[in-house]
């Protein structure tokens, strides 16, 4: 346990932004995980609502500095590859 002032400060900063990131990191597999899963069903309707959400969920994860842009970026390219793959 940290006895200076400012670094007990920063811990508890730290857990705030754990707590944080965790959600808008889990947001966004979650709603990748479902646009994986909806294109796998082929119904191109509830695909097409899927992969929108999961692209908005990577994009704010990314622009929070929680996911590297490139690693969404990545991972929003496959996404749409597999979309277009559907048809």
Do not use: P
């Not at 007990?8 to 959600?23: D, T």
């Not at 979650?30 to 609502?49: C, D, F, H, P, Y």
């Not at 990545?74 to 979309?83: A, C, D, G, V």
């Amino acid at each position: 346990m940290a006895n200076i002032k400012s670094q007990i400060k920063r811990n508890r900063q730290n857990l705030k932004r754990r707590e944080l990131n965790r959600v808008f990191r889990g947001r966004a597999r979650t709603a990748l995980r479902k646009a994986q899963a909806a294109i796998e069903s082929g119904k191109v309707e509830e695909a097409k609502a899927a992969t929108l959400v999961a692209t908005k969920a990577l994009d704010k994860a990314a622009a929070k500095g929680i996911i590297h842009k490139n690693k969404a970026a990545r991972q929003k390219s496959r996404l749409m590859q597999q979309m277009n793959n559907m048809k």
